[in-house]
C-alpha cells in the first residue's frame, strides 16, 4: 500500500462546477499535508497546507483534512480553464523531514 | 519559485558518463531536496541536505550522490548514468517561514541514452 493515495483520473468537470479532489493517507501519525498543482512540462507548485482537522479555505480553494478517517481532499470552486492540471496530494510521513507524494490526479475543466 | 533555480535545464548524455546537476537557491532555506518524477511513480525523494554538509538518502538514492558546500548550493551526482536515470529532477527546499512547506525549481529533463 503507497502511504499516499490518489485517483489518477482525468476527472473532468465542467466550467463553473465545483471540483472535489481527495487523497488518502496511510501513517496515523502524519500532521501535515500539502496540495501542489503541476501544470504539464512545469513544476510543481504550492497552493494549499493545511495542518489540523477540519476545513482551510483559501479564495477558490479549500483543503479539507479528516485525521480519523486518514484522507485530505481538495475542493477548487467556480472551476476555471486555467484550473486544468495535475494536482498532487503530499504528507510527512514516517520521518518528519520528508514529503511523500501521491502520483497525482489529473483534472481537466471543460467549456 | 524564481528564488531556485536549476542547471543545465536539459541535458542528453551517453550511459557510463558521470553527470552532475546543480540547484541554486536565494531563499536562505536550511532544507534542500533532490526529486526525481517518472510516469506512474509520481515524485520520489532521492537525497536531501538538512544543512551545509549534512545530507541523508531518500527512497532512491541508489546511483545518485550529493553533496552540499554552501547553503545556496545543492549537487546532485550520477556517478555512471544509465538508461533508468532518464527522468525529470526537481531541486525543492525547505524550512523557511513556513517550516514545513516545500518549493521546487524548475526541473531539469535528463536523458540518458
Known amino acids: 500500500q503507497k502511504e499516499v493515495e490518489q485517483n489518477s483520473g482525468p476527472l473532468s468537470v465542467p466550467e463553473g462546477a465545483i471540483a472535489s479532489l481527495n487523497c488518502t493517507y496511510s501513517d496515523r501519525g502524519s500532521q501535515s499535508f500539502f496540495w501542489y498543482r503541476q501544470y504539464s512540462g512545469k513544476s510543481p507548485e504550492l497552493i494549499m497546507s493545511?495542518?489540523?482537522?477540519g476545513d482551510k479555505e483559501d479564495g477558490r480553494f479549500t483543503a479539507q483534512l479528516n485525521k480519523a478517517s486518514q484522507y485530505v481532499s481538495l475542493l477548487i470552486r467556480d472551476s476555471q480553464p486555467s484550473d486544468s492540471a495535475t494536482y498532487l496530494c503530499?504528507?510527512?510521513?514516517?520521518?518528519?523531514?520528508?514529503?511523500?507524494f501521491g502520483t497525482g490526479t489529473r483534472l481537466q475543466v471543460t467549456l | 519559485d524564481a528564488g531556485i533555480t536549476q542547471s543545465p535545464r536539459h541535458k542528453v548524455t551517453e550511459t557510463g558518463t558521470p553527470v552532475t546537476l546543480r540547484c541554486h537557491q536565494t531563499e536562505n532555506h536550511r532544507y534542500m531536496y533532490w526529486y526525481r518524477q517518472d510516469p506512474g511513480h509520481g515524485l520520489r525523494l532521492i537525497h536531501y541536505?538538512?544543512?551545509?554538509?549534512?545530507?541523508d538518502k531518500g527512497e532512491v538514492s541508489d546511483g545518485y550522490s550529493v553533496s552540499r558546500s554552501k547553503t545556496e548550493d545543492f549537487l546532485l551526482t550520477l556517478e555512471s548514468a544509465t538508461s533508468s536515470q532518464t527522468s525529470v529532477y526537481f531541486c525543492a527546499t525547505g524550512g523557511g517561514l513556513s517550516y514545513n512547506e516545500q518549493f521546487f525549481g524548475p526541473g531539469t529533463r535528463l536523458t540518458v541514452l
Open positions: 493545511i495542518y489540523s482537522n
Open positions: 503530499a504528507g510527512y510521513t514516517g520521518t518528519a523531514s520528508k514529503l511523500t
Open positions: 541536505s538538512y544543512g551545509v554538509k549534512d545530507t
